[in-house]
Every structure is written in structure tokens, then in C-alpha cells.
Nanobody, 119 residues
Framework: QVQLVESGGGCVQPGGSLRLSCAAS????????LGWYRQAPEKQRELVAT???????NYADSVKGRFTISRDNIKNTVYLQMNSLKPEDTAVYYC?????????????WGQGTQVTVSS
């Protein structure tokens, strides 16, 4: 079992920045691939960024160059630094974890944190 607790959401003006954090706990959580997804109203949940246990990253095209995902394996925490925020980034952001070698794949989710970009 992996438990995920997000923090850091809020309201920001266009062009502003926010940093999301997600603390992971549970068995050997440092092995897990961690990531962020988001879901805007009336839209499907979509990938934002992921990072493997060795730091390999993957980003959605819509956030490349603006968002940076990182992790601290000592603290078992994953971060999402969001810069140059746009109104279309408004969504509930969810932390995600999965073990890269256990099949079938099982996803763990946090409770979500709201990010609102508005003037």
C-alpha cells in the first residue's frame, strides 16, 4: 500500500507560479514511479508529468518548458514546480504512484489539490 498526500494548491494570477508537493508513504515507496495528473471540469484526467525512481522524467506537451517535476527519495516526496501558469492549467491536480515492475499495474492516487489560474 502507498499513501499519497498532496499540498500546495491555490489560486494564482496568469503568469504566476505554484509548487505542489506530494508525500508518499508505504512499503518501499522510493521504488515507485511518481507523477502528477490533472482533471479540469468536464474533462478527462490527463497526465502532467512523471518521474521514475532514477529521475527519468516525462511531460505532457502542454506543460513542457513551464513545469518541472522532481523527487526527493529521502523524504519520499515528489514536487511539481509550475511556472508561467495559464488559465487552462486550472484543474484538480492528483499525485500518482505505481510500481514499475509489479503486474498488473496498480495505481495509487492522492486526494487531489485545486489549482486555479485566474485574474
Amino acid at each position: 500500500q502507498v499513501q499519497l498526500v498532496e499540498s500546495g494548491g491555490g489560486c494564482v494570477q496568469p503568469g504566476g507560479s505554484l509548487r505542489l508537493s506530494c508525500a508518499a508513504s508505504g512499503t518501499t515507496s522510493s521504488i515507485y514511479t511518481l507523477g502528477w495528473y490533472r482533471q479540469a471540469p468536464e474533462k478527462q484526467r490527463e497526465l502532467v508529468a512523471t518521474i521514475t525512481n532514477i529521475g527519468r522524467t516525462n511531460y505532457a506537451d502542454s506543460v513542457k518548458g513551464r513545469f518541472t517535476i522532481s523527487r526527493d527519495n529521502i523524504k519520499n516526496t515528489v514536487y511539481l514546480q509550475m511556472n508561467s501558469l495559464k488559465p487552462e492549467d486550472t484543474a484538480v491536480y492528483y499525485c500518482n504512484a505505481f510500481h514499475p515492475f509489479i503486474k498488473p499495474k496498480r495505481d495509487y492516487w492522492g486526494q487531489g489539490t485545486q489549482v486555479t489560474v485566474s485574474s
